[in-house]
């Protein structure tokens, strides 16, 4: 990735967050790394091990105890506009239909929605695959759907760095896979710097260019591992020899971990 | 039903046994409500024929009907103006009063950490205790009973709006503070919306209380409404006609709580479980 500029760097990032009874928990430690432009990140690591805290600093949400986080260079010191969020569960609006939600990062920031807003929602719904379903209401929806129309909503500010949380962990098995290629479609048709957090082996080494795998208490990054698997990756990637290789060598790092 | 009975019983025009058995249990199951209240009517009205229950104990549904015909439809309307007023006066004003002070406690620790507790403790007071003083301190007017309806319709209000602006997912509050769209527009656009399922079963409650509260004043100190009428009705031992004011009551009370669910269903349906809409 050393050919693209750089996005998004942790220089040496220690998060503590205060206790209820005055101690202090040290989440994140040492954190060290760069993202370049359009790159595909995974986040990998057992729960309690900060990959949330990671993606909350990025977003600017929170502010690192010691070292920084830096997007283009510039130390983050509040939220900004290149930032789309997809979170773990939809968290749609249910008084809106699809588009309403869709659309909703413009009438909250700016408080309305033109006709050109519209329709570039109504383009990024046909992008993830609910054209036919703009007025539905959100219960309408299964969870598979929802998680789309929560992506769309993340793209519509047009941002270079989509942030993914767990995004696909609330869904069944068949549709989590069906998720993940349908997101490696839309990040080939919008390149986007992405980071991505999971605590799904397989689905780190299918979507990513690299993954950070991450000790917990404190979260540390254990071992960053370039996946090198050729791109556009299908149902031919999951029979990969490599693929099965990478996940192996993963479980047994964080195995190792889990026994020591 | 049509193509149901045609396609069980596609031989003869005599729909199935089947189907006159489902339908029976659709229609049961839907009157079942009616039935089971004619039914206690029935058994009232036979009881006090049956044992001769003299109508100053329990006077039977019949005895009720002719005491409320022997009132004139003016009378009763005056009663039940009087009674709607103050109740709905009150009821506006809680609503008015309780929702931007849920705001407000939302917003700041220091109102919620100094304001609660005082209106736990305007709550934990037995307002129908506290009503004389009121009436004493406001005077003879309509005032005294709006302000007693509305201190006991409020609290649910104010409870349940706090609890729904605190219910607000965690990941919309900070997708709100990424857009960076301000604290007004996280109230207005995100926190307000999502506690409305909790204001309306708050309002259903109110209502009810509201009519409690307008009853409690109108005991206390009054010359027209529902509670004067069924006050003055015992003072005179004319328990048949209170009881038939005690009926308009109820029936008064049901028809404004069925309100508030047409109103939630008309304006924010999405706020209803879906098996309600």
């Excluded at chain 2, 104010?158 to 509050?173: F, K, N, Q, Y």
């Excluded at chain 2, 503070?177 to 409305?196: D, K, Q």
Aim: glycine share 6%; charged share 20%.
């Amino acid at each position: 990735m050393s050919e693209h500029p750089r996005v998004i760097r942790f220089a040496d990032v220690e998060q503590t967050f205060g206790r209820a009874d005055g101690g202090a928990v040290t989440a994140l430690d040492g954190i060290t790394f760069d993202m370049g432009r359009n790159e595909f990140l995974a986040v990998l690591g057992p729960s309690g091990c900060g990959k949330s805290t990671l993606l909350r600093l990025i977003a600017g949400l929170i502010f690192p105890t010691r070292g920084t986080v830096s997007i283009y260079d510039l130390a983050v010191t509040e939220p900004r506009d290149e930032i789309g969020i997809v979170f773990q569960s939809p968290t749609l609006l249910p008084w809106f239909d699809v588009l309403g939600n869709v659309t909703f990062p413009l009438r909250h920031k700016y408080g309305r929605v033109s006709a050109d807003d519209n329709a570039r929602a109504l383009d990024l719904l046909k992008l993830v695959g609910l054209t036919d379903f703009a007025r539905k209401r959100i219960d309408e929806l299964s969870v598979g759907m929802q998680q789309r129309v929560a992506i769309a909503r993340a793209l519509l500010l047009d941002p270079d760095i989509l942030l993914m949380d767990e995004p696909f962990s609330a869904l069944d098995a068949l549709t989590r896979d069906e998720m993940s290629f349908e997101l490696l479609r839309i990040w080939s048709e919008r390149p986007k710097t992405v980071l991505f957090i999971t605590h799904s082996i397989p689905e780190a080494v299918l979507l990513a260019d690299r993954i950070i795998v991450m000790t917990p208490r404190p979260g540390r990054v254990r071992e960053v591992i370039d996946v090198g698997l050729p791109r556009p990756r299908s149902m031919a990637t999951l029979s990969d020899p490599t693929f099965h290789a990478l996940a192996n060598h993963i479980r047994g790092q964080l195995f190792s971990r889990a026994v020591a | 039903m049509r193509s149901q009975i045609t396609s069980a019983g596609s031989s003869s025009a005599v729909p199935s046994r089947k189907a006159v058995i489902a339908a029976l249990r659709v229609w049961g199951d839907r009157l079942a409500p009616a039935a089971a209240f004619v039914g206690l009517v029935v058994i009232w009205e036979g009881a006090c024929r049956l044992f001769a229950i003299p109508s100053f104990l329990l006077p039977s549904p019949s005895a009720i009907v002719r005491a409320g015909l022997e009132v004139s439809a003016t009378q009763w309307l005056g009663h039940i103006s009087a009674t709607l007023r103050v109740a709905l006066m009150g009821y506006a004003a809680a609503i008015a009063i309780s929702i931007p002070l849920a705001v407000a406690l939302v917003n700041s620790r220091f109102l919620s950490r100094t304001l609660y507790p005082i209106l736990v403790i305007v709550q934990s007071t037995p307002i129908v205790a506290v009503a004389p003083i009121i009436v004493v301190t406001l005077g003879a007017s309509d005032l005294p009973r709006v302000v007693i309806t509305f201190l006991i319709a409020f609290f649910p209000i104010v409870v349940s709006t706090v609890t729904g602006l605190m219910a607000t997912p965690e990941e919309l509050i900070e997708l709100s503070r990424s857009l960076r769209a301000g604290r007004t527009r996280e109230m207005l656009h995100i926190r307000l919306p999502f506690a409305v399922p909790y204001i309306f079963s708050a309002l259903k409650i109110s209502i009810t209380l509201s009519i409690i509260g307008a009853v409690v004043a109108e005991f206390v100190a009054a010359e027209r409404g529902l509670g004067f009428f069924i006050m003055f009705s015992t003072s005179f031992f004319k328990i048949p006609q209170a009881f038939a004011g005690l009926a308009i009551l109820v029936a008064l009370s049901l028809a404004l709580f069925r309100l508030c669910t047409l109103v939630q269903r008309w304006f924010v349906p999405w706020s209803l479980p879906k098996s309600e809409r």
